[in-house]
């Protein structure tokens, strides 16, 4: 059995290949320093185990999961993340990803318990991710609950800065369209402005920090 580490941080993808080495019998342990390389790499040869972080350079996690997940769901895949925003949570508990470690609950202990559970097919996330999760799942406000898909879709665009001419235009739809689900996204979230809009994205995981991310709504 083959497994592969896809994680643009060198110090984590030895770390990480340490405790598979240790726990695991694989015939081989291959590392990839982005999404790009992680994708041409699974289209060479077959893993089983894949472990990836979300904030790829090239290729997010996100993206590179669904890749790998559209070509059978036998593939077990373990994300990793600094990121464990609200937004980011619900995006990996609906991609068929198994496991989801915060790295900061990213222990030897904890690694060892997610590599063994995910291994046998099971669902694991460390106490970090399960927070949140329960948290947005008993939360009748959580903006996905109250924002329909096309409005969140568009407050994501205004996020990022861009105009209503433009949003309409990659939508194609009507600069009106666009400024009335602007109006109602804002109105179902008590927004008053668009500075307001912009830390609620951050806030939430909506609007990432690091740019090259294109996370589906």
């Known amino acids: 059995m083959k497994a592969l580490i896809i994680e643009d941080e060198k110090f984590v993808r030895e770390y990480l290949s340490s405790l598979l080495q240790n726990e695991f019998d694989f015939d081989e342990i291959v590392q990839a320093v982005d999404g790009e390389v992680g994708w041409e790499l699974f289209e060479q040869q077959p893993f089983q185990f894949i472990i990836l972080d979300l904030l790829l350079p090239k290729l997010d996690g996100i993206q590179l999961a669904k890749r790998i997940l559209a070509r059978g769901r036998g593939h077990r895949i373990l994300a990793i993340s600094s990121e464990c925003d609200d937004f980011t949570v619900r995006e990996v508990s609906r991609s068929g990803i198994l496991g989801f470690v915060s790295k900061k609950d990213m222990s030897q202990d904890i690694m060892n318990e997610a590599f063994a559970e995910i291994f046998d097919g099971h ?12 948290r947005v799942r008993n939360d009748p406000d959580a903006y996905f609950k109250v924002l329909s898909q096309r409005e969140l879709q568009v407050l994501r665009y205004i996020a990022q ?34 500075s307001s809009l912009l830390h609620f994205a951050l806030d939430k995981g909506i609007l990432k920090h690091k740019s090259g991310l294109d996370w589906s709504a």
Not at 123 to 134: D, G, M, R
């Open 123 to 134: 669902v694991y996330y460390s106490a970090s991710v399960v927070e949140v999760l329960e």
């Open 161 to 194: 800065r861009k105009s209503h001419e433009e949003i309409a235009s990659e939508l194609g739809l009507s600069d009106y369209t666009i400024k009335r689900h602007r109006h109602n996204a804002m109105k179902k979230l008590n927004l008053k402005n668009e």
